[in-house]
């Protein structure tokens, strides 16, 4: 049994014949062991998170010391899982790390890297090397990029979005500035922070002046929770982590419709960001608020917040930058099966006007106002459609109804007409004031756009 939901796919249980044994995960990997008769064993772990031994809670029962590439010493454990806290096949003695496996004996993968490398830091470009020989002190628990050793399972997730988000950046200005937080693959908090005030024209806030501060690099990680707060040092570092990967997947998408590096996000000049979790409007650290009042210049994130939640708040900020203009036409608009050409529901005046059953809805399964259908169609622009919310049923889609191919394809074209015409100045966007008429045409035009161009504009329209 897996448990996907987790920030990396951890085995919880396992059969062999009649013989079951099942697995405790926390932040820093394998915590316990419940063997075939019932017995839990806690496991011991240095600063890889290697497990040098296993305890029964009062004695130590086995003890297991590695080489610099992780071939064990001894075989004393009775377990699986060992170097780096990731399971070992029996029947090849591999280290399996998700994307491909490791061979300890020789110190390298034994299949090509999927992630390229970053030209700027040349180790990283071997394409089977084992985290760039940095063997004390780093680990690659995803196949694909090495990260600080200490660092949770969490951390690291975050930070191989972020390093996988800097190999997309492409042409744009952000390259240069960003990856000045960086040495050797380290990613220091307060020059990332210093650097995205400083790009963006938003101030960055956590708990205390000092929150941020603390957090040296992914490698420094400590819980460190502030007298009655809960989120951690570490959370704050995961959200940093992720809300600069937002920035950059948001430039990196703009700039290919025209939108230019000056304008790509610029919406965001004069906010502030505060990553948190113990506001009224948060209740979980894994949320995000945004005031749609134009003068409140605040985004609340949670401490833990996601790359796609980050995302959906900037939707939320673009439009309440431009008076809910983004959003406005969404009102009580549905795209009529038939014709696929939009109308308006007789509901127009309700904040509830877009009703899901129109098929226009955005969330899974929910009615919701145009201000979260726009920020959701926002959130899966940027991700270009691969979005999507953990449930108790797996992973849902988000932004895009796929059960109706027509409406995924208006609301892409809808959300990039909308985003260039206003970053660009385009007349054809309905004013501040539009009349129901003005707005219709709009939507009109984006549905003909979208589904009746004899040219077939593609997917970028």
């Known amino acids: 049994m897996l448990d996907k939901q987790a920030p990396l796919t951890v085995v919880l249980n396992e059969q062999n014949l009649n013989n079951f044994s099942h697995y405790v995960h926390g932040l820093t990997g394998l915590l316990a062991q419940r063997n075939p008769a019932g017995v839990f064993h806690?496991?011991?772990?240095?600063?890889?998170?290697?497990?040098?031994?296993?305890?029964?809670?009062?004695?130590?029962?086995?003890?297991?010391?590695?080489?610099?590439?992780?071939?064990?010493?001894?075989?004393?454990?009775?377990?699986e899982f060992g170097f780096t806290g990731e399971q070992t096949d029996s029947a090849n003695d591999l280290v399996?790390?998700?994307?491909?496996?490791?061979?300890?004996?020789?110190?390298?993968?034994?299949?090509?890297?999927?992630?390229?490398?970053?030209?700027?830091?040349?180790?990283?470009?071997?394409?089977?090397?084992?985290?760039?020989?940095?063997?004390?002190?780093?680990?690659d628990i995803t196949g694909r990029q090495s990260c600080p050793g200490e660092a949770s399972v969490y951390v690291q997730q975050a930070c191989t979005d972020f390093i996988q988000a800097l190999a997309s950046l492409g042409n744009t200005q952000y390259w240069d500035p960003i990856t000045s937080s960086m040495s050797n693959g380290m990613v220091s908090?307060?020059?990332?922070?210093?650097?995205?005030?400083?790009?963006?024209?938003?101030?960055?806030?956590?708990?205390?002046?000092?929150?941020?501060?603390?957090?040296?690099?992914?490698?420094?990680?400590?819980?460190?929770?502030?007298?009655?707060?809960?989120?951690t040092t570490e959370f704050i570092k995961r959200s940093m982590l992720n809300?600069?990967?937002?920035?950059?997947?948001?430039?990196?998408?703009?700039?290919?419709?025209?939108?230019?590096?000056?304008?790509?996000?610029?919406?965001?000049?004069?906010?502030?960001?505060?990553?948190?979790?113990?506001?009224?409007?948060?209740?979980?650290?894994?949320?995000?608020?945004?005031?749609?009042?134009?003068?409140?210049?605040?985004?609340?994130?949670?401490?833990?917040?996601?790359?796609?939640?980050?995302?959906?708040?900037?939707?939320?900020?673009?439009?309440?930058?431009?008076?809910?203009?983004?959003?406005?036409?969404?009102?009580?608009?549905?795209?009529?099966?038939?014709?696929?050409?939009?109308?308006?529901?007789?509901?127009?005046g309700t904040p509830q006007a877009v009703q899901n059953?129109?098929?226009?809805?955005?969330?899974?399964?929910?009615?919701?106002?145009?201000?979260?259908?726009?920020?959701?169609?926002?959130?899966t622009t940027v991700g270009e459609g691969n979005n999507f919310l953990s449930g108790p049923n797996g992973e849902t889609p988000v932004g895009w109804n796929y059960n109706y191919a027509r409406d995924a394809k208006f609301k892409r074209a809808y959300t990039i007409l909308t985003t260039n015409a206003l970053l660009n100045g385009s007349h054809r966007f309905p004013p501040v004031n539009a009349t129901q008429e003005e707005n219709l045409a709009w939507v009109t035009w984006v549905a003909r756009l979208a589904f009746n161009n004899p040219g077939n504009p593609g997917g970028d329209y």
Request: contains cysteine; aromatic residues 12%.
């Open 243 to 348: 809300w600069s990967t937002s920035l950059i997947y948001t430039a990196d998408y703009l700039s290919r419709f025209g939108v230019t590096n000056d304008k790509a996000i610029s919406w965001m000049k004069g906010d502030t960001v505060e990553f948190l979790s113990n506001r009224p409007n948060i209740t979980t650290p894994y949320s995000g608020y945004v005031e749609l009042d134009p003068l409140n210049r605040v985004i609340n994130l949670g401490g833990a917040v996601s790359i796609s939640t980050s995302v959906h708040e900037q939707g939320h900020d673009f439009d309440r930058f431009y008076g809910l203009r983004a959003s406005a036409p969404l009102k009580g608009l549905y795209i009529d099966r038939y014709t696929r050409m939009p109308t308006y529901t007789s509901t127009q």
């Open 357 to 379: 059953s129109n098929g226009l809805s955005s969330r899974a399964g929910l009615d919701d106002t145009q201000q979260e259908i726009w920020a959701d169609m926002y959130m």
């Open 96 to 139: 399996y790390l998700r994307a491909r496996y490791m061979n300890p004996k020789l110190g390298v993968f034994g299949s090509l890297d999927p992630f390229e490398g970053l030209p700027q830091f040349p180790l990283t470009m071997n394409g089977y090397g084992w985290v760039e020989g940095n063997v004390a002190n780093r680990r």
């Open 42 to 79: 806690w496991t011991l772990q240095d600063g890889l998170h290697s497990l040098r031994g296993m305890s029964d809670g009062n004695d130590m029962l086995s003890a297991q010391a590695y080489s610099p590439y992780g071939e064990p010493m001894y075989n004393d454990l009775p377990t």
């Open 189 to 231: 908090i307060p020059t990332l922070e210093t650097t995205l005030e400083s790009l963006t024209g938003t101030q960055l806030l956590a708990y205390n002046s000092g929150e941020l501060n603390s957090a040296v690099d992914c490698s420094a990680v400590a819980d460190v929770s502030q007298p009655g707060q809960t989120t």
